[in-house]
Each structure stands twice: as C-alpha cells, then as structure tokens.
C-alpha cells in the first residue's frame, strides 16, 4: 500500500550532508518525492511502499549524517501525488528561521587523503572540502544555508566539481563550499614591498618559515601568526614585535604522534584534539622533552597543543613538527580577518602573509579548553562549537538578547527555548572590539531572524555591554548580578531548576551593595538568589591598576591584617607608603571580596609576580609551582555570627609569612594555599547544608580554570557527598556569562517578574 508523507526536520540539519543523507536513504527504498532547505530546516516528502517509508524515516532518525543534530520530526501524512523520481529541489526562501547553522568542521580523511595524493586532481589544493568537513558558520551570509548565500558565492563551480555537487553517489553532493584549482579560492604571498600569485607560495612559504621568519597565515575564521615551535630565536622575535612576553602561544602540531612525542596526553585528552571541532587543548610537557621552544609557555610546564583542521594546514605541517598558531592580532583587539586590517600584522610583526580571496563573514578565533577530572572545560568556546545551542528553556520563551560582561565578551540569543552563545569576542574596553560586538549582534540577529523582546545585562553601570543595553531599543531590560549569572550558566547547562548552592570565584563582579564581589556563596535558583557567604574584603588600591600590579594587592593585605613590618621587609618604602595612604584613606581603593585579588596578593608576597604582563598572571605562576603531593592546609576562620558569613584567610597570610621565614619551599606554601581555599569552600557548603537542606553545588567562575585549586573542591565536596556542577559546554570565565544571563531572563519572564 502506498503512502506519502511530508516532514519537517529541525536542528542542525543544514551544511551537514543532511539533504544528501536523505537522497540516498529516499533511493535506497525505492521512494519518490524531494528535499529542500528552508528558513525552519529541512522540508522533505517521500512517498511509496508504507513498509519503506517507515524503514526510512527508522533510517534517518537513527543513522543520521555524523555532524547532524536532528531536534524535532513534525510528519504528516498526505495522499498520495505520483512523484515519478526522488530529487534536491531549490530551497524554500519563506517562513521563520530557526535553522541551526552548523559550526565549521576539521577537514575529513577522505579529503587529507585527496590533497596527499599526487595523482587526484585536489592535491595540493589547500581550500579542498565536502559534505563532511569544510568552512560552515564562518562563510554563511544567510540561511537557508546555500552557495548563493556564503562567501563562495563568487566562485562559480568549473564543469567536474559541478558533476560533484549534482551526483547524489559523490560526498560533495550538495556541498556548498565545493571547489578545486581551477574554480576556488586561491592562495598568495605578500611580503613588504611586493606580492606573489603563482604555485609555489605555500613553498616559499615554508622556506621562510624554515628561515625562522614568522608569517601571517589567513585561515578560516581569522589570521595566524605562525613561526617555528622549535626555535627559540623564533619564538622570541614573535613575542618581541607582539609584545606579549609571557602569556602562551599556542601551538599546531603535524600530527598527532608528534603530540605524543612531545607532551603527555591521555585518552581524553587525545579525543578532544582530534574531534571534528579541533580546539586547542592545554598538555602537559613531557619533563624529557626539551625541543620545543621554553619560550611557548615561559609561566607554566603546559602547552596549548591543537592539530591541523584545514587542507592548508596539513600541507604547512607537512614540513614541520610543530609551529607556533597565535591568533593574529594586536593586544586585545579582535582577530584580524580581512587584507584591509592586514597592515596591522604585514612589516609591524609579521615578516610575510600568506593570504586567500575567500572573505571570512565571521571572525571566530580558535576554541581552548582543558580535561579536568574526564571533563571538558572551556577557556574560550568559539571556531568548532560555535553556534551550536544549549536548551535554557521551555519552546514558545520569547526572543531574549543577552550581552554578556566587559571581558572576554560573548553574547547569546534565545530564540524558542534554546540559547546560542557567540563565539569570543574579547575585551571590550578596546574600541575595534566593541565595534565588533555590535556589528556582530546585528548580524546574529539577522542571520537567526530574532528580534528579541527582552535584554539581560550585567549590574556594572560602567560595563560596555551594560550602556548597549541601556541605549538598545528593546522594551524588556533585565539586570543580572554577576555571579549570580555564573552560577545560573552552570544550571543551564545542567537543567538544574532547584535551588543550588551556587560558590562563584573570580576576579571583579559588582555586587549589590556596590562593591566589587568575588569570592561569593549563594543560594540560588534562575531567578534570584541570596549571597550567604563571602570571601574577606580588602580595599583594591589603585582600581583597576591593582588588577595590572598584583604588589598593591600584596600591601593592602598586609595592611588590614597589621602585619606591616613584614610587608615593609618586602615592599620598598615608597611603594608601601602610596598604598597604605590609598588604602587608609579609601583613595580610589574600593572594597572587594574577590578570590582572585587574593590569589594575586600570595603570589606577590612569595615574589612571583609584583607586575602582569596579561590576566591572572600572578595566579597562574602561584599554580604552576605548587607541590602537589603536599596535603597540609593553613588555618582560616569562618565568621558565622553575622549575615552574610566571612571567610576570614588572616591567619593562612600569617602562618605563610612565618613559613617563608623559615625557608619552607615557595611550592609547598603555594599548595597549602590552594588546599586552604579549597577547605573552605567545602567548610562553607557544609554550613550552607545545614542550615538550607541543599545538596547540590554549582562551581564556577574564573578562578576556577585553576586546576589544582577545581580538582581539590570537587575531590572535598564529593568526598561529603554533595553532588558537584560545573561548567562544561560554556568557559567558567566571564565568556560563560551571557548564558547566564539568558536563562535568567527566561526564568524571570517564565515568572512574571519583567
């Protein structure tokens, strides 16, 4: 008996080999009908034998292509029409978008195989793609998700990747990116003074690469700055004419045994590097190994190792074990992407640029995250998750616009329930940054078709992010606190919708009272929340310079704690005596509570940071010297008789500076300093049990990306059987913070309460 049927098919079902999929699944069972994109997904009808087309759609629902997400099947049964043949129709350009636009994808092994083989006609060509790997999100000027409406647009198919795109029995059927030599992009080398365009521009490349020149190489999301990893006198001159001294560099290795050899990596580890998103995933060095260049990550033993994700890549890696892959750009600024910024990069820094005539319509730097007890965690989500959504609500939740924070900015759309979080877009104290944040919103909002009702905001009226929102034309505003909304990403991500104990530590947050927040506990739901604890307060002298110069936070501590003969054993006279005044007089020295300023305070109290050269510096030395088989805690006082609690780390400063006059090793005082806020973290929960009759934690916040510091709460809170979140599909920085504050909004919009 025969039947027809007609489906809509919503998620990530466009740019993935979706349409392709369904053609062969449709021939294989002998059915008739078509397939088309539209604004919504994928709109198909099959119609044949009832067995077949139930086999069918078992097929595709089971078997779908591998970088497809299918998150609804609406089908209806209709009578039947005659098709005589099953074919990919032109797509439906009508109705309300709610395609999920799929992220870009590391090149596949059918494709390294073809660029490798001298004998396909797609060797060497460095832009080589299909159904299953290629540039997606960063090419797409509008949906539905076609040629037509990508940067590829002007690069008309020659008569055999033609043949590709129309044969339903070739992977590049219907691959919108498809091209060769002969009809794509093509590569050229710029050096200072002249250019070159001809077949031997990624040789000449590499031969100044081997020269230990550094190059600025465009990819798919932006630009590169490559050099040598194992020469140090490369390294150098990069960080030299970056100006970036000490924070790492990142580093593409040729494969990943030359992982292996140089850096300890385990199962985890190794799948996250060769996943279809190919971030940069911080290793560890192998203690043996001394080739690649001391200069990579001068603060710590680790490495920001990632693997080639583009045909370019590879055939750079070619030569090479490993190079140097820095994000092209000045301090702070926005990753370059266009041969109009590239005088920035060109003669400044860079020696040449190798460079291509596909324009990127999205900047996307690359994804860095870390395993941390078998899970993932982000440093910076962007090229290879972005925009895959995260549910933070019920469908039919009105179109929300949240902004995010000031630093390490990402912002996020809701549209029916589920939240697309932006890839990095940086600090936006930097004026080309926050242009780029406003442009970029536009474009999201076009893209997506959302016009939000509502806005989520940070509380901090001097915020950037916070004055777009004032002056946005949108009729709902909805201010979140800081941490509040840390905690909340952490419940979205996890569908947790009972009220949590929610521990969030970083550095700056502004609190309700109108300090700076930082080491915080709360008890919190997505909507509201009650601060129930707090880390000690101490003026932050200078503002925001303390931030830069850690030896203020140093002083300050000393100084409430009334150990300033110490302090001026350490601190030269005039340096204690400016701060001391600030601090007394209460000069341009507002009260923070944040763990980070602390964590800043020990490291320049056991010298290892008086000066940052980037964020959390002090933090990261204080980390990386820490003996981890030390077990010890120093002593701390939680101060429960008033509302909220203080944890009080007095005494941990005293008996640090009793040890360092002993001459107790700076990496053993580290790892008790860590293992004390760890404690008391736990000690806090404990408490907040008691009283509250809650089990659940959320962790997060930036001071949380300490490894040492996250793997020793989460051991303590487990081990008193509480149950541990933390953030795991969104950074537990400030770049997680737009999530939380989408799904605040939702809740508050859920309750009535906007």
């Given at each position: 008996?025969k039947t027809r049927?007609?489906a809509?098919?919503?998620?990530?079902v466009?740019?993935?080999?979706?349409r392709?999929?369904v053609y062969?699944?449709?021939?294989?069972?002998?059915?008739?009908?078509?397939?088309?994109?539209?604004p919504?997904g994928v709109?198909l009808e099959?119609?044949?034998?009832?067995?077949?087309?139930?086999a069918f759609?078992?097929?595709?629902t089971?078997?779908?292509?591998r970088?497809?997400?299918?998150t609804?099947?609406?089908t209806?049964?209709?009578?039947t029409?005659g098709?005589r043949n099953f074919?990919v129709i032109e797509s439906?350009?009508q109705?309300l978008a709610?395609?999920?636009i799929?992220p870009d994808l590391?090149?596949?092994?059918?494709?390294?195989?073809e660029?490798?083989d001298?004998k396909?006609?797609?060797?060497?060509h460095?832009?080589?793609?299909?159904?299953?790997?290629g540039p997606r999100?960063t090419i797409i000027?509008?949906?539905?998700?076609?040629r037509?409406?990508?940067?590829?647009?002007?690069?008309?198919?020659?008569?055999?990747?033609?043949?590709e795109?129309h044969?339903?029995h070739?992977?590049?059927?219907?691959?919108q990116?498809?091209?060769?030599?002969?009809?794509g992009?093509v590569l050229q080398l710029r050096?200072?003074g002249?250019?070159?365009?001809d077949?031997?521009?990624?040789?000449?490349?590499?031969e100044?690469l081997r020269r230990g020149r550094i190059?600025?190489?465009?990819g798919v999301g932006?630009?590169h700055?490559?050099c040598?990893a194992?020469?140090?006198?490369?390294t150098a001159?990069?960080?030299?004419r970056?100006?970036?001294p000490h924070k790492?560099?990142a580093?593409m290795?040729r494969d990943i045994a030359?992982v292996?050899?140089?850096c300890?990596?385990?199962e985890?580890e190794e799948a996250?590097?060769?996943?279809?998103?190919?971030p940069i995933v911080?290793?560890s060095r192998k203690?043996t190994e001394?080739?690649?260049?001391?200069?990579?990550?001068?603060d710590?033993n680790?490495?920001?190792?990632f693997?080639?994700?583009t045909?370019?890549?590879?055939l750079?890696?070619q030569?090479f074990?490993?190079?140097?892959?820095?994000?092209?750009?000045?301090t702070?600024?926005?990753?370059?992407?266009?041969?109009?910024?590239l005088?920035?990069?060109?003669?400044?820094?860079?020696?040449?640029a190798?460079i291509?005539?596909?324009?990127?319509?999205?900047?996307c730097d690359?994804?860095?995250l870390?395993?941390v007890n078998?899970?993932r965690?982000?440093l910076?989500?962007?090229?290879g998750?972005?925009?895959n959504?995260?549910r933070?609500?019920?469908p039919?939740?009105p179109?929300?616009?949240a902004v995010?924070?000031?630093?390490?900015?990402?912002?996020c759309l809701v549209?029916d329930g589920?939240?697309f979080?932006?890839?990095?877009?940086?600090?936006?104290?930097d004026y080309k940054?926050?242009?780029?944040?406003?442009?970029e919103?536009?474009?999201?909002?076009?893209?997506?078709r959302?016009?939000?009702?509502?806005?989520?905001?940070?509380l901090?009226p001097g915020?950037l992010?916070?004055?777009f929102?004032?002056i946005a034309?949108i009729?709902h505003?909805?201010?979140?606190?800081?941490?509040?909304?840390h905690i909340?990403?952490?419940?979205?991500?996890?569908d947790l919708?009972d009220?949590v104990i929610?521990?969030a530590?970083d550095g700056t947050?502004?609190?309700?009272d109108?300090?700076?927040?930082?080491?915080?506990f709360?008890?919190?739901?997505?909507s509201d929340?009650e601060?129930v604890?707090?880390?000690?307060a101490y003026?932050?002298?200078?503002g925001?310079?303390?931030?830069?110069?850690?030896?203020r936070m140093a002083?300050?501590v000393?100084t409430s704690?009334?150990?300033?003969e110490?302090?001026?054993?350490?601190?030269?006279?005039?340096k204690?005596?400016l701060?001391e005044?600030?601090?007394?007089?209460?000069?341009n020295?507002?009260?923070?509570?944040?763990a980070?300023?602390l964590f800043?305070?020990?490291a320049?109290?056991?010298g290892l940071?008086d000066?940052?050269?980037?964020e959390?510096?002090a933090?990261?030395?204080?980390?990386?010297i820490?003996d981890?088989?030390?077990t010890?805690r120093y002593p701390?006082?939680?101060q429960?008789?008033d509302?909220?609690w203080?944890?009080?780390?007095?005494?941990?400063?005293r008996a640090i500076?009793t040890?360092?006059?002993q001459g107790v090793?700076a990496?053993?005082i580290?790892?008790?300093?860590?293992?004390?806020?760890a404690?008391s973290i736990v000690?806090?929960?404990?408490f907040?049990?008691?009283q509250?009759?809650?089990?659940i934690?959320?962790?997060?916040?930036?001071?949380f990306q300490?490894?040492?510091l996250?793997r020793?709460t989460?051991?303590?809170?487990?081990s008193?059987h509480?149950?541990?979140?933390?953030n795991?599909?969104v950074?537990?920085?400030d770049?997680g913070?737009?999530?939380?504050q989408?799904?605040?909004?939702?809740?508050r919009?859920?309750?009535?309460c906007?």
């Open positions: 008996m049927v007609r809509k098919v919503v998620g990530r466009q740019g993935v080999g979706f392709p999929t062969r699944y449709a021939t294989q069972f002998g059915l008739c009908g078509f397939v088309c994109n539209g919504h709109t099959v119609e044949g034998d009832d067995n077949n087309v139930g759609f078992n097929c595709l089971h078997e779908p292509p970088q497809a997400v299918i609804d099947i609406k209806e049964v209709l009578g029409k098709y074919e439906e350009q109705g709610v395609v999920h799929s590391a090149t596949c092994d059918d494709c390294l195989k660029i490798l001298a396909n006609r797609r060797c060497g460095a832009f080589t793609n299909c159904t299953n790997c999100f000027r509008d949906v539905p998700y076609d037509k409406r990508t940067s590829m647009a002007k690069f008309e198919m020659c008569e055999p990747c033609e043949h795109h044969n339903p070739d992977r590049r059927f219907h691959a990116p498809n091209a060769c030599k002969r009809c992009p050096v200072e002249g250019s070159t365009s077949d031997a521009d990624l040789a000449k490349t590499k100044l190059v600025a190489i465009k932006g630009y700055l490559a040598d194992l020469s140090a006198e490369s001159r990069l960080r030299s970056k100006q970036r790492p560099l580093v290795f030359a292996r050899e140089l300890e990596v385990n985890a996250e590097l060769l996943s279809v998103a190919r911080l290793l203690l001394t080739r690649l260049a001391r200069g990579i990550s001068p710590t680790t490495v920001g190792a693997l080639p994700y045909p370019l890549h590879h750079l890696l030569d074990q490993a190079l140097v892959m820095t994000s092209g750009n000045l702070d600024e926005p990753i370059i992407s266009d041969e109009a910024e005088p920035t990069l060109l003669g400044p820094i860079a020696d040449a190798l291509h005539n596909r324009s990127i319509v999205h900047k690359d994804s860095v870390r395993v078998g899970q965690q982000f910076r989500r962007a090229r998750y972005v925009p959504p995260i933070v609500a019920a039919g939740t179109h929300i616009l995010g924070g000031e630093l390490k900015n990402t912002f549209r589920q939240a979080l932006s890839q990095h877009i940086g600090d936006l104290k940054t926050y242009s780029y944040f406003s442009c919103i536009e474009s999201w909002k076009r893209l997506m959302i016009e939000p009702q509502v806005i989520a905001h940070d901090h915020y992010s916070t004055r929102a004032a034309r009729p505003k909805v201010g979140v606190q800081h941490h509040h909304a909340a990403s952490v419940m979205a991500e996890h919708h009220p929610g521990v530590l947050g502004y609190g309700t109108n300090t700076i927040w930082g080491g915080e709360m008890v919190a739901d997505r929340f601060r604890a707090h880390f000690k003026r932050l002298p200078g925001d310079k303390a931030v830069e110069e850690p030896w002083v300050s000393l704690e009334g150990l300033e110490a302090g001026m054993r350490k601190f030269s006279a005039i204690w005596g701060v005044k600030m601090t007394k007089a209460g000069f020295s507002p009260w923070t509570s944040s980070g300023r800043d305070a020990v320049a109290i056991l940071c000066v940052t050269s980037y959390a510096q933090a990261i030395r204080l980390e990386s820490a981890p088989h030390v010890d701390f006082i939680v429960t008789w509302r909220p203080v944890l009080d780390f007095g005494q941990t400063i500076l040890e360092r006059r090793a990496g053993a580290s790892a008790k300093f860590h293992n004390t806020i404690d000690h806090t929960c404990r907040v049990r008691g509250r009759d809650l089990n934690v959320a962790l997060s916040g930036g001071v300490n490894e040492l996250l020793r989460v051991e303590g809170l487990q008193r509480f149950r541990v979140f933390t795991t599909a950074p537990l920085n770049g913070l737009a999530l939380g989408a799904a605040i909004a939702a809740e919009v859920k309750r009535k906007v």
